[in-house]
């Protein structure tokens, strides 16, 4: 296997950021995990999985091994059912799915990075999320130096988050999906359906394609592309509280709030709005006119930087509302 030295983080990640990893390798067979294995406890270091890079910031120098998951194949396990390897990328899946007749992801067209990583954030969009559609997920555990196999159950699925989160000891090998043969459009997301009522559909003939291109065609109109505008896509959550502590809050009476039975979810895009941060730009960094929840870097920049704005924002906003934002991706 070939072991990279200093490897600039801004070759594997989607910010333009100037740390470096002290070692780099890629893997593509599972068979090198032994040597993996066998490098890292050699030099003592701690490792780092990563898939597209789409979802980390490197905040400093990562003093050990990052391993870029390269690991392909599509396999059908019956009509419905279909393991899929980790290192595929996430939207060539989905468009695999709508091409063979297997619906339920058209609403997470589009979304960055790897199959592998979508179960750890519990990747979602436009009312579906990915664990839904998830039977089981097998991983090799480098602490036990064993492959295991977690059920949808297992996960622990919740928003934006998994039993993964707190594991990352644990390299997602296949995610196997279970999806629908016929068709189970799901319109549940207010954008999607005034997007398709723009376009003249008509919601009564409408297929999975087109959920599929709507959905595709409104991403590429908010937010900002991370291949020409460096950015990690949504830096904050949206805030879910319950609804009695809404009233110890100090929000704006014109603060967009959703409400589902007990639960409040807050827009985060709309508090960094109101309180002045879209647009705003310091040096090689700053948050997207186009959007307000999408931290973007203009020139490379450091680690460090982005933590001190991350920071900056959420201080700003908890003085004003009481309200603590949480940052989407993997600090690093
Ligand atoms: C423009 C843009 C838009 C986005 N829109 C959305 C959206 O709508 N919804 C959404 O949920 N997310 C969104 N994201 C975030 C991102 O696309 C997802 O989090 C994606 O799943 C990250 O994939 P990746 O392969 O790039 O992961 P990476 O960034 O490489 O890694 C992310 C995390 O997963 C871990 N990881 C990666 N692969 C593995 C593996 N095989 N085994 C174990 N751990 C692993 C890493 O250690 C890291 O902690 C967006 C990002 C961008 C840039």
Redesign the pocket.
């Known amino acids: 296997m070939n072991f990279k030295r200093n490897f600039p983080l801004a070759e594997i990640?989607?910010l333009n950021i100037k740390e470096i990893a002290s070692y780099y390798c890629e893997i593509s067979d599972f068979e090198d995990i032994e040597e993996i294995r066998s490098f890292i406890s050699h030099k003592n270091i701690p490792f780092?999985?990563?898939?597209?890079?789409?979802?980390?910031v490197p905040t400093d120098t990562f003093k050990g091994l990052v391993i870029q998951?390269q690991i392909k194949g599509i396999e059908l396990l019956d009509s419905f059912t279909i393991k899929v390897s980790?290192g595929e990328n996430?939207h060539d899946f989905v468009e695999w799915t709508v091409k063979n007749k297997k619906y339920g992801l058209e609403n997470l067209a589009l979304?960055?990075?790897?199959v592998?990583?979508?179960p750890?954030?519990n990747?979602?969009?436009y009312g579906s999320e990915i664990g839904a559609y998830i039977k089981e997920v097998t991983f090799y555990d480098f602490h036990k130096d064993k492959v295991g196999a977690f059920s949808q159950k297992d996960c622990n699925f919740s928003y934006?988050s998994s039993v993964?989160k707190e594991k990352?000891e644990?390299?997602?090998l296949s995610v196997t999906f279970e999806l629908n043969n016929e068709p189970k459009l799901n319109l549940s997301y207010d954008s999607l359906k005034e997007q398709i009522s723009k376009d003249g559909l008509n919601e009564k003939n409408l297929k999975p394609i087109d959920i599929f291109n709507t959905v595709k065609k409104i991403r590429t109109r908010v937010?900002p592309n991370?291949l020409k505008q460096p950015?990690?896509?949504?830096f904050f959550k949206n805030v879910y509280i319950k609804k009695e502590e809404l009233k110890k809050l100090k929000l704006p009476s014109d603060i967009q709030t959703f409400e589902q039975d007990d639960i409040v979810k807050i827009s985060s895009a709309h508090l960094i709005e109101k309180f002045g941060w879209k647009g705003f730009r310091r040096g090689s960094l700053g948050i997207s006119e186009q959007h307000s929840l999408v931290l973007i870097t203009y020139e490379e920049t450091s680690g460090e930087e982005i933590v001190t704005l991350s920071n900056e924002i959420i201080k700003d906003i908890y003085s004003k509302t009481g309200l603590k934002l949480e940052v989407e991706p993997?600090f690093v």
């Open positions: 990640c989607t780092l999985l990563l898939g597209e890079g789409t979802n980390i998951n980790s996430w979304i960055p990075g790897t592998g990583a979508g750890i954030q990747i979602g969009a934006r993964f990352p644990l390299f997602i937010l991370h950015n990690v896509g949504s993997t």
